[in-house]
T-cell receptor
Framework: GEDVEQSLFLSVREGDSSVINCTYT??????LYWYKQEPGAGLQLLTY?????DMKQDQRLTVLLNKKDKHLSLRIADTQTGDSAIYFC??????????FGAGTRLAVHP | SAVISQKPSRDICQRGTSLTIQCQVD?????MFWYRQQPGQSLTLIAT?????????ESGFVIDKFPISRPNLTFSTLTVSNMSPEDSSIYLC??????????FGPGTRLTVL
């Protein structure tokens, strides 16, 4: 069945780049997403990538998609303390319903 | 994008009771969804709320436990029935507004004692 996997924790120093990785199994996924969840808050759509794209850049965020390996990554440049949150990778499982990974907790330290 | 509100934002309920959660969107949308996020866990889709017809439930979720209404294109409700402590979760509604664009409400944090 459909499955999305992420590493659970990442710690980076303020100012460094963060790279959060995700693998998925459904090769028919049309869109792949990155959401951010801060403590006690809902989900914020950060960015998404269409499956026929390899890369998408939006300010400090860069998404890379390797469709052959079913691997998705999110790079955050110049990571700040405000970037500390849980980042969820998700794939569209058809009819717009989303399959989520377990989330990667990003901790940014001085 | 879409502005989504949910009521209540949080509640503490006794076991055996029911709670109805409301989701309101600031524009008409075709696709509305209800998700559950159990403590420390990821999100799981409960059902797709269809306007004018019954909701479509995912495996493991049934209408008797989670009845859903979708009276129009901007509003939906999810009821958590006959609650037990295992139902303590954050319940989130989401809407699809276009290809690749799915937005979430702020969530309803439910604690069942």
């Amino acid at each position: 069945g459909e499955d999305v996997e992420q590493s659970l924790f990442l710690s980076v120093r303020e100012g460094d780049s963060s790279v959060i990785n995700c693998t998925y199994t459904d090769s028919s996924s049309t869109y792949l997403y990155w959401y951010k969840q801060e403590p006690g808050a809902g989900l914020q759509l950060l960015t998404y990538i269409f499956s026929n794209m390899d890369m998408k850049q939006d300010q400090r965020l860069t998404v890379l998609l390797n469709k052959k390996d079913k691997h998705l990554s999110l790079r955050i440049a110049d990571t700040q303390t405000g970037d500390s949150a849980i980042y969820f990778c998700a794939e569209s499982g058809g009819y717009n319903k989303l399959i989520f990974g377990a989330g990667t907790r990003l901790a940014v330290h001085p | 994008s879409a502005v989504i509100s949910q009521k209540p934002s949080r509640d503490i309920c006794q076991r055996g009771t029911s709670l109805t959660i409301q989701c309101q969107v600031d524009s008409q949308v075709t696709m509305m969804f209800w998700y559950r996020q159990q403590p420390g866990q990821s999100l799981t889709l409960i059902a797709t709320a269809n306007q004018g017809s019954e909701a479509t439930y995912e495996s493991g979720f049934v209408i008797d436990k989670f009845p859903i209404s979708r009276p129009n294109l901007t509003f939906s409700t999810l009821t958590v029935s006959n609650m037990s402590p295992e139902d303590s979760s954050i319940y989130l509604c989401s809407v699809g507004v276009g290809p690749g664009e799915q937005f979430f409400g702020p969530g309803t944090r439910l604690t069942v004692l």
